[in-house]
């Protein structure tokens, strides 16, 4: 018999971590806020770590992705307000220089620290205050909090969730906390994302869990369509439950904490005024599906509909066309909640009036019946605000 | 020797074209405005025409292609206020009926007339007073500039563009005339243009002439990355002024007129505060050029970040970063106009100020070098404005 509750907490919700936060004033010179998080494992941990496919990669990335192959991971350390994005040797200099930091300040070997950044893009590091910043962190089982606060930059609430997770052979627990994708004041959208388990999970168990996890959460979410060059997803598990959830029960939890988070990061996306969930049912294949509901998810007509409220199908249908699914606009149906808005291509014949009381709520689902086949996807998105796109005008 | 000048009007610069135009009320029920048109040549005319790669189809595209196959055309009617689109087995009786009636009423055979709509999408075109709308057309040279106004949606102007060519035989007309890629009150966006010419060119070279004229224009511009149900371009070659120009003559002097309507299609986008000019210059390949080109000019932050005057080319290398071209971050140049905002994938030196003033034009050309290959692509779009977001808001 097994059982999931939600406990408080993100990061250090699971036995055997640390975290703490500085302010280093990364962004102006000036330590107003946090904006430095360091999260630290006492036991040894294996760990999963999924990159940004943008072939223009920040230097911390690089750095991340060569200590994941180098060693087993012991600590994170992540800022906000610079992301250390396009940067050339001198960034992976400093990107790698944060890492030794962080060892050293922890009493770790070389390549035991990855490196997350957010923030602005093309500035240098301001390594001093970084390095000064580093040193002077102190990690508590209390840091959690602080350390999602400090990674924040246009979110408008940090983002945590944990579960304890009962087996029959005792509990473990898993908890994480992300950053959103949101514009980075004023830069680009980037989405950081650690979680922590002290379950015990072996490193090959622990990757392709967590490659299939991110793949259903990360990666179903978009707000604007733009990947970004800092995308980053994190996972430790220590061991220090002493528990060995079979796999179902841990990829349970792991989705669980993973689709949580992802769905706070698009409830807290930038000028956000709705959530929608686009599902495309009866595609030809997976590719497809996925393919027709991130093109009505990016879809700038569609979206801008939405935020006015209006549930225009034809919008909906034009980009279902022209994504290169295969369709037949003649059999495709959608729907706004359980109301259908077109049949077979055509006006369903429901009063425009009730279509509109849904597409103007906080939250609702559209569904696109393609009825060529067996896929489906499903695809978390916002709507596109004049809001947006004030927050985006840049400096 | 050869030149060309520009000259007034449009469709009916050609010898042998007439047009004219009928308030019918087709969106409102009140004819308070033109919202038909119909072209005629008064010769027999070579035809060629391209219409929406969208698997979602108006039913004017459907009759319209059917038509192209059947017969040699010799009428256009066009309508805004309703684009037919997603109206079913109805909406192509529809289309069918408009353009027997244009058939009738200028007494051709069957399948001769060409139909075009935009407007609404997902409503049955009121047809009562679209084919008394046709019966009241009268035609005559004067008619080009009304039908360019009948056609106009979310247009702030008509867009008429016309040349007189001067070949050493003697000269030839071709003129033309369209419709912005904005969204249509409060539909989906649709490109319409119609060019006339009373050269003498065989249909086979006609059409190739136009295939590669349309894509290096009307197909390389974006407003907003979504493509409609209803695009269509059309040409008619009537041979009324007894010249056969060169292949090389001809298409020039094509190229010039559909460029030229694609430039104020850009120009009059909905919201539009910049013009931007995107090259993407030594690609790997001319599908990596227009896939870079058309992800930068697609990208919701590059397009705020313009709207902002904010000449952010972070976001301008993230979008090529996502876009799968070939490219090597450490080797891409961006410029703004002819000042380098970043060298070798970092940034160049150049004062942010001095950027910032070009970004805050209201026309400027942005280049990305990519120095991984020799293939080149040059799109034209715009910056995304709260304008744009308010107007698409919906009903």
């Keep these: 018999m097994n059982k999931m509750r939600k406990i408080k ?9 640390v975290a703490g936060a500085a302010g ?8 107003t806020r946090d904006d430095l998080a360091i999260i630290f494992s006492e036991l040894p941990a294996a760990a999963a770590a999924t990159f940004t496919t943008n072939k223009v990669k920040a230097a911390p990335v690089r750095i991340s992705a060569e200590h994941m ?53 093309g500035v240098p590091m301001p390594m001093p205050i970084v390095l000064k910043g580093i040193s002077s962190v102190r990690l508590s089982r209390a840091g959690g909090t ?14 945590e969730f944990a579960l304890e997770v009962i087996t029959h052979d005792g509990h473990f627990q898993i908890g994480g906390m992300a950053k959103g994708a949101g514009m980075i004041d004023p830069n680009m959208a980037t989405m950081l994302c650690v979680v922590t388990t ?52 841990f990829s349970h939890a792991l989705d669980t904490v ?72 003649a059999k495709t149906d959608i729907f706004y909640d359980e109301l259908a808005a077109a049949k077979n291509g055509v006006a369903s014949g429901t009063p425009v009036k009730k279509l509109r009381q849904i597409a103007a709520k906080k939250t609702f689902r559209v569904t696109v019946d393609l009825k060529v086949g067996k896929a489906a996807c499903v695809v978390w998105t916002t709507d596109l605000t004049e809001e947006y796109v004030r927050l985006n005008l840049g400096e």
């Design 9 to 17: 907490g993100g990061v250090c919700a699971a036995k055997g971590f």
């Design 24 to 31: 280093c004033g990364i962004k102006s010179g000036k330590a």
């Design 69 to 121: 192959r180098a060693a087993r991971v012991r600590a994170i350390v992540l800022n906000s307000g610079n992301a250390n994005a396009c940067t050339g040797p001198n960034g992976l200099a400093d990107a790698r220089a944060m890492a030794a930091a962080t060892e050293k300040a922890l009493g770790l070997k070389p390549a035991q620290a990855l490196v997350c950044s957010t923030g602005r893009i």
């Design 146 to 159: 602080p350390a999602a606060k400090a990674i924040m930059t246009s979110d408008t609430f940090a983002k």
């Design 198 to 249: 002290d379950a015990i999970v072996p490193a090959a168990a622990l990757r392709s869990a967590f490659r299939e996890s991110v793949a259903d959460s990360f990666n179903r979410i978009t707000i604007d369509g733009d990947m970004s060059t800092n995308d980053t997803a994190i996972l430790l598990a220590n061991g220090a439950s002493g528990i060995s959830p079979s796999p179902k029960i």
């Design 258 to 329: 993973t689709r949580a988070l992802a769905r706070m990061i698009v409830e807290d996306g930038e000028g956000v005024s709705r959530f929608v969930e686009v599902e495309v049912r009866r595609a030809a294949s997976k590719p497809d599906a996925r393919r027709a509901a991130k093109a009505i998810a990016n879809s700038t007509l569609v979206k801008c509909a939405w935020a006015g409220g209006d549930p225009n199908w034809g919008r909906i249908l034009d980009a279902v066309g022209y994504c290169g699914a295969k369709m037949n606009e």
